[in-house]
């Protein structure tokens, strides 16, 4: 779970490479050579470069970019060009629909000691963008029909229609001091994203080391967020009627996301987040009490759930029911994979726990020669 059912998936690394001395390379690519377990055979690893020495001894000059190692050369796969993302130094992420705000990630996910948490995958990226671009508008309004279809009455859910719009402005108003908690964040892409947005937002994650470099991450693109969730906020309110819309007893003040552990299934944990959610509703709106406060308006996930581990999913709802309130929505975002055994487990169970689960989003991006499917999900309980 981002710290122990992840890391513990996570398939064992089959080189040991040598890093770069190309600086300048954004990512690394081929060349590098790599030592194995001990048992295992020297091999190159298709997703590093380094400077082979040439050999002066002879006529035949070897180029300093040739590998020069007797080695065993794997085959190149279809998975070659993900393994490079998730192997690289850092991650450029930009957002051209949030005035081409650039965000740098350092991963780690090659690193000993260090949980698949600390490298940004497909799905996180894809969570990101769709809040960048229009406040994962798609998803709010299948959110809004759901909480609509809840209501107990007709006047119930014409107020609940006017919550959400879902106009490409109105979705990414709504992300504005609202209350965010990520479960198993990562290094915390989509957490950045809704506070580009203006949203308060807390990255978690059960592995300590990538909490680190969560922290080590938000804190490098607090200008970013800080300056694009300011601009933002002017620029929606610029928009013919939006500032009658404006809640103007709420204090506004962008924030990086805050980072902590949250272990799935941990009640401690999970009430040491409500306190700071309760906290954060306090500091925004100081005049407003309600039950609700103590929940999360939104909960986002990204590419958390894979294989097929029914107590960790148990776990994973165990913490979402606890955090879930009549207001929360839940965003998980989800790359297809397999046969989906492991997701259909998770859904039985959440739906056992009361949550509504319905598909918001499918998109499919040819990417790296294969076909990548990326679903969205909306989670509500009532």
């Known amino acids: 779970r981002r710290g122990d059912a992840r890391a513990a998936s996570r398939p064992a690394a089959a080189v040991v490479s040598a890093r770069s001395e190309d600086s300048g390379d954004p990512e690394p690519d081929a060349g ?40 065993l050369v794997p085959p190149k796969t279809a998975l070659d060009p993900l393994m490079c993302r998730l192997n690289a130094r ?20 090659s690193e000993e000691e260090v949980g698949t948490g600390a490298a940004v ?49 109105d979705a990414r108003r709504w992300w504005r001091n609202k209350v965010v908690v990520e479960l198993g ?3 915390g892409a989509a957490s950045l994203a809704a506070a580009a947005l203006g949203a308060r937002a807390l990255a978690t994650d059960g592995d300590e080391a990538v909490v680190t470099l969560c922290v ?19 620029f929606l309110d610029n928009d013919d009627g939006a500032r009658s819309e404006t809640n103007t007893e709420e204090t506004f003040s962008p924030q990086t996301p805050k980072c902590a552990r949250l272990f799935w299934g941990d009640d401690g944990d999970a009430h040491k987040v409500r306190a700071w959610v309760r906290a ?31 107590c960790v ?47 918001a989003e499918t998109k499919s991006d040819a990417k790296d ?12 309980r009532f």
């Open 32 to 71: 590098d050579v790599g030592v194995g377990d001990d048992d295992a055979a020297l091999v190159v690893d298709p997703c590093k470069k380094t400077r082979a020495s040439s050999s002066r001894s002879g006529a035949t000059s070897i180029s300093e970019t040739t590998t020069t190692a007797l080695a």
């Open 313 to 359: 999913w148990r776990s994973l709802v165990k913490t979402l029911k606890t955090l879930s309130g009549p207001n929360t929505v839940t965003l998980l975002s989800h790359a297809l994979r397999g046969r989906g055994e492991g997701f259909t487990q998770f859904e039985e169970i959440a739906r056992d726990a009361g949550f509504e689960v319905e598909v």
């Open 185 to 187: 964040a990562g290094l």
């Open 121 to 169: 995958w497909d799905a996180a990226a894809t969570l990101a963008d769709d809040l960048a671009r229009d406040g994962a508008a798609v998803a709010l309004r299948r959110w809004e029909g759901m909480r609509a279809r809840g209501a107990e009455d007709r006047d119930a859910a014409r107020h609940t229609a006017r919550t959400v719009n879902v106009t490409r402005g």
């Open 216 to 234: 080590e991450n938000a804190v490098a693109n607090e200008h970013a967020v800080v300056s694009t969730a300011t601009r933002l906020a002017s």
């Open 280 to 310: 954060v509703h306090t500091e925004t709106n100081p005049h407003r009490e309600t039950e609700s406060d103590s929940y999360p308006d939104a909960i986002l996930l990204a590419d958390v759930v894979y294989g097929e581990n029914a």
């Open 369 to 380: 020669g294969l076909l990548a499917v990326t679903v969205t999900y909306v989670m509500w």
């Open 90 to 109: 850092s991650r450029t992420l930009a957002y051209p629909a949030l005035f081409g705000m650039t965000l740098e990630l350092r991963q780690a996910w």
